[in-house]
Each structure stands twice: as C-alpha cells, then as structure tokens.
C-alpha cells in the first residue's frame, strides 16, 4: 500500500497533537515539519523528518504530497495559495479563514491548480459521533428536534486569555480558543452533518478581537426544521455538580487548554440531540456515547480509538480520497458554509 508523505505547517498545540496522531498512522509519513516561530523546531521534538523554518523551504524541497496547515486561521489563504501553486494536497484546519471572499480564493486556487482541498472538520472523525451520526441516519430517533453545546467554565474573567491578533486581526471576530470562531464553527459544521441538513437562519453575538470578552451564543435553524443552540463563556465558574463529570478515554480541549486522556474530567465536553422518538448524549472527547428512548437509558459502545486518534482517521481518509479518486469527505465548500453561518451571527 502506497503511504503518502506528509508536512505539518505550524508546531502550536494543535499542530503538535497532529504530528502525534500522525505518527501512528500505517498509510501515510510524517518527512517533514515548518515553523518560523523561533525554537518551534527544538525542544522535545523528535524524530526521523525534516526540519524547515518557512512553508517557501518545506516547498522548494518537493518531499511532501499533503501539507497539513496547522497555523493561526489569519495565515491560511497565502499558505494554501502557496501549498497550490506547489502542487500540493492541502488539509487546512478550521476556520477555513476569516472571510467568505477569502475563503472563495482560497477554493478557486486550489482548483485552478488542481489540488485538493480538505476543510479540517476533525469532529466528523470522532467515534461517539459517527455512531451518533449512524443513529440519527437509522431513524432510531425520529426527526432531529434539536442541538445544542455549551462551554461554560473558567476560574472568572482574570484567567480568560483571548487568542492574539496574530490568529484573529484586531476588529474582526475573535475571542477565546473555547468560543464561537475558533470552536463554535465546529459546531455548525457538526449540527449540519449530523442531520445532513443546511442552515437557513443564524443569529448571535461573538467576541471581537481586541474587545473585553463577554458570553458568546448562536442560535440556528436548519433546513430540517431542528434548531441548534451554541453558548460560550470561559471567563465564569462550572455550575455542574462533582457527579456530573466523567472519567475521559480520550484527550480534550477546554476552558483550561489541551488535557490527555484517561482521567477524570469534572466538566467534560458533551453534546445534547433530542429527536422525537429519543435523545443522545454525546461525550465526543470522552469516547462515552448514551441513547434514551422509551424503552429507557442504555450506553452505546463505542469500539474505534478515542481522541486524538481521530485525526489519524481524518489524514488517512484524506489520503484515500487522493489514492483512489474518492468524493471529498470534508470539502472546503463546507468549511466556508460555516464559517458563512458564524459571520451571519455576529452579523446580527
């Protein structure tokens, strides 16, 4: 089996969890990593793959098929033009980029150039919800009534940290790693998978980069009639009770960052579908999914690897789609569509 060679562009934490996942992988290499931040490339990073200091080196060098780009969402459209005219097969993670003109160039670059395009919807890849997602489409719960998230956290406004203008330019939409730009736009993209239905209606409030930070919603209707709910604030206290949380399978994002698997997680991340004919509870970090139906409560098992296994998932199906000519599983169509529904919120 051919194993497609692999560039990961941007050794933050994402990008860093990424080449973990990677690394595991028995269909594609990692050969190389970039990073012009200073000492990104030291430290304990280690292993059998090159080292470039700019996406312009890691090119010239012509050593990779896919580049996985891993930088602040405002760097997104000059390193995927660049990684098209190379070339080169692109995962881009979310937001795709910050506005709908910039993500239309972005998709007609790469189609001019004739290179694919995989929008970084890494949560189509996470177990509980592709069974969720085989759930729903069985019909074991009627029709999708509603969605909803939230992440409400924090140790108070004092320990918020809004990402840097560097990641989101100052007046735009910004915020906090856990709010409506930089997770929410998962969401969307989710509430529209699950279901196999588009947003028609979207209205909110999101943080702006540089602004004081405040609670951050969105509210959707999909063309299926299901409504959707988001709501965001890492700058409060949980109000979940010790017995609310969950021993996680899998590693997390949250109010206090990036934390492994295979510990207890007092306010582990979890998303709430009801149907008319039952609900789902879904543990999408944890690897831990429940069903309630007339008939009552009973855990889904759930057989594939926990997080952060599901970007290893992503990039394989990614390089399959490559190898055999396949229908794109995450089109960068998708990735403007939410990110189109998120702008339509601060909008509003």
């Known amino acids: 089996m051919r194993k497609l060679r692999v560039g990961i562009i941007g050794l933050g934490g994402v990008g860093r ?19 012009a931040s200073p000492g990104a490339l030291d430290g304990e990073l280690a292993g059998p793959f090159a080292r470039y200091a700019s996406v312009a080196e890691l090119l010239a060098s012509r050593v990779i098929d896919i580049a996985c780009v891993a930088t602040p969402p405002a760097t997104h459209e000059a390193i995927v033009a660049q990684c098209a005219d190379a ?3 692109i995962l881009c993670e979310k937001p795709l980029t910050l506005t709908p003109q910039s993500a239309a160039a972005m998709i007609a670059r790469c189609e ?5 395009l995989h929008y970084g919807a890494s949560y189509r890849f996470l177990p509980a919800l592709v069974e969720a997602r085989r759930l729903i489409a069985s019909g074991a719960l009627g029709r999708i009534r509603l969605m909803r998230e939230s992440v409400v956290d924090g140790g108070g406004p004092g320990r918020q940290n809004a990402l840097p203008p560097g990641h989101y330019p100052l007046g735009g939409p910004g915020g906090t790693g856990m709010g409506l730009i930089d997770h929410g736009v998962h969401l969307v993209d ?41 709501a965001y604030d890492d700058g ?15 590693a997390s994002w949250g109010a206090d ?7 207890w997680d007092a306010n582990p991340g979890s998303i709430h ?13 944890a690897n831990l999914l429940y069903h309630r139906d007339d008939s009552g409560l009973r855990q889904v098992p759930i057989a594939a690897a926990p997080p952060p296994a599901h970007f290893r998932a992503q990039i394989e199906q990614f390089a399959a789609e490559i190898l055999h000519d396949l229908r794109p599983s995450c089109p960068p169509q998708d990735g403007l569509a939410a990110l189109e529904v998120v702008l339509a919120a601060y909008a509003a």
């Not at 969890?17 to 990073?35: F, G, I, Q, T, W």
């Not at 998978?193 to 509210?219: I, Y």
């Open 87 to 89: 070339g080169v097969h």
């Open 17 to 35: 969890v990424h080449l973990a996942a990677y690394r595991a992988s028995e269909r594609v290499d990692v050969v190389a990593v970039a990073d």
């Open 273 to 285: 579908i009801h149907g008319e004919r039952g609900a789902l509870r879904v543990f999408h970090y």
């Open 190 to 230: 989710l509430f529209s998978w699950l279901t196999d239905s588009a947003v028609t209606e979207a209205h909110g409030r999101g943080n702006v980069s540089g602004e004081t930070l405040a609670p951050e919603f969105l509210s959707m209707r999909l063309a299926n009639g299901a409504i959707g709910l988001l």
């Open 257 to 263: 960052g990036y934390a492994p698997g295979g510990a």
């Open 236 to 250: 409060t206290f949980s109000s979940l009770l010790p017995g609310e949380g969950v021993f996680s399978a899998g």
């Open 112 to 116: 001019s150039a004739g290179v694919r």
